[in-house]
């Protein structure tokens, strides 16, 4: 059984992740929102997203979720129109994650999915093509969902979690190097220091600190992957006072030292 205090590190990846919620009730959060999730409900999440589920205790969560890496599906598209990945995009872009799908596309998700479930089992001749080819399939459909939409929706949805909670998170989505300590942000949010760690706690499953070094770390391998910036300048800028710090959470979070994630990212 995984802890919750053993989570974080398996949802701070890089893979990108495709949840579809079968049957049951519970609250997702993810990256700095909750989302209440119900039947139907498809959550879209690229890598390096904080996610974490909370479930309901008298009506538990049946859901099926598909994980890739991004250059499985990356491929160079036959003209700039049309991307496989581009609903993860947006969900980035706009920071909304979750789709309510049609009943049509309810019935291609669950049929993709059962799919994808019995190549994986059955290991026959070309399953990973096969695979790729229903991912793709399936993200096809979705990607044509999303365009068709095309609207905004709020996030933040009414009844989950207090004001001043959402608050506090956007603020360290902003600057996650800020110094974010617990009685500054409390007092910011005027309320006590132990009732701001017990809510964070039970609405984030994190503490703060594990919060904000996930947030950290995720700006780390952005700059990591798309600046040559010294490693010691990254740590600064994400708000590390020494280099050795940064390379003790950085690789706590990622099994890797930031220098070999650097490597590892340029070889992909």
């Known amino acids: ?18 949840v579809y919620i079968h049957q049951g009730k519970g609250v997702f959060f993810i990256d700095n929102a909750w989302y209440e999730k119900k039947q139907g409900d498809l959550f879209i999440i690229p890598g390096n997203t904080i996610h974490h589920s909370l479930p ?15 250059t499985l599906l990356a491929m160079d598209p036959i003209d700039d129109s049309y991307r496989s990945l581009l609903c993860f995009d947006l969900a980035r872009q706009k920071g909304i994650y979750r789709i309510e799908l049609t009943e049509p596309l309810r019935v291609v998700a669950e049929t993709a999915l059962e799919q994808i479930h019995t190549e994986l ?3 026959r001749l070309g399953y990973h093509e096969a695979v790729k080819l229903l991912s793709c399939q399936l993200l096809l459909q979705i990607n044509r969902h999303v365009q068709s939409v095309r609207r905004r929706e709020d996030p933040l949805e009414p009844g989950v979690g207090p004001l001043w909670m959402r608050q ?21 949010a005027n309320v006590s220091a132990p009732h701001f760690s017990r809510v964070f706690r039970q609405l984030t499953t994190m503490n703060l600190t594990q919060y904000v070094n996930a947030k950290r770390i995720i700006r780390a391998k952005e700059l990591l992957i798309r600046t040559d910036q010294k490693i010691t300048d990254i740590a600064e800028q994400c708000g590390y006072e020494t280099v050795t710090h ?10 890797v ?9 340029s070889r992909i």
């Not at 995984?2 to 890089?14: F, M, V, Y």
């Not at 974010?180 to 007092?187: E, G, I, K, P, W």
């Not at 030292?257 to 990212?265: G, S, V």
């Open 1 to 18: 059984m995984k802890r919750q205090t053993n989570e974080l590190p398996d949802h701070l990846h890089d893979r990108y992740e495709l």
């Open 168 to 188: 506090v998170l956007r603020d360290i989505d902003e600057h996650p190097e800020h110094e974010n300590s617990l009685a500054r942000l409390a007092d910011k």
């Open 121 to 123: 089992k059955e290991h």
């Open 257 to 265: 030292t930031p220098h070999k994630y650097r490597q590892n990212q």
């Open 246 to 255: 940064f390379h003790r959470v950085f690789k706590a979070l990622t099994g």
């Open 56 to 70: 309901h205790n008298e009506d538990p969560i049946v859901s099926s979720a598909l994980y890739f890496a991004p």
